[in-house]
């Protein structure tokens, strides 16, 4: 059952974005220091692809479970059933919602909104939560949109005063605060742990925002 506290620490990450390789423990010790959710999004130049990537969801799922933290499959709705994902998150180019939520009863459904347009296009009968951003530049993803800042985060809480949001790009520890200040319900971050060299501390100093509130 989804939660929105979920969003509080909501860690993304492939093979591609680990520099060693080695998402496995990068994956588990973002777990041990307290993430509070994580997506498997393997895109990218030489990212896995069929068995492999399977393999590895499968794992990295394992791992999630045994910490009891939301496992979410980035836009694979195939993968997440096969190896049945807490949930699924797809982007606005992605399959209809409504074509696949029988897919999914009792899980958690993710959608990326960049600006309001979107939003308004966007159906969200079944939708938990929705990933907005840019908020800042971003180098973890090639297609990003211009970012919109801390004003985007606060115009769509203005928008939608009920929707749980999560922020996405180019966030870190050192300007999140304003993040959650201006009204998302947490804030999600690939390279910031991913490319950490002490993640313990790093996703400590996160979660200290949310203990100081």
Not at 115 to 122: L, V
Not at 149 to 154: A, F
Request: hydrophobic share 35%.
């Amino acid at each position: 059952m989804f939660d929105r506290r979920m969003l509080q620490l909501y860690f993304i990450c492939g093979t591609t974005d680990v520099p060693e390789g080695n998402l496995e423990q990068v994956l588990k010790s973002a777990l041990d220091a307290g993430i509070t959710m994580f997506q498997f999004r393997e895109k990218g130049n030489g990212a896995l692809t069929g068995e492999a990537k399977k393999e590895l969801a499968l794992k990295l799922k394992e791992l999630c479970m045994y910490y009891q933290v939301p496992f979410i499959i980035n836009d694979d709705w195939e993968l997440a059933v096969q190896i049945d994902a807490d949930g699924v998150h797809l982007g606005q180019d992605d399959q209809d919602i409504k074509e696949i939520i029988n897919y999914f009863p009792n899980k958690i459904i993710g959608l990326s909104v960049s600006n309001f347009q979107e939003y308004d296009f966007s159906d969200l009968t079944y939708v938990d939560y929705i990933g907005v951003g840019p908020v800042y530049e971003t180098s973890s993803k090639s297609d990003a949109k211009k970012p919109g800042g801390i004003e985007l985060i606060r115009k769509m809480r203005l928008y939608d005063e009920e929707i749980p949001i999560v922020a996405i790009g180019g966030i870190t520890n050192k300007n999140c605060e304003p993040i959650l200040k201006a009204g998302a319900d947490g804030v999600s971050t690939i390279s910031s742990i991913a490319r950490s060299r002490n993640i313990e501390q790093d996703v400590k100093a996160y979660l200290n925002y949310y203990q100081k509130n």
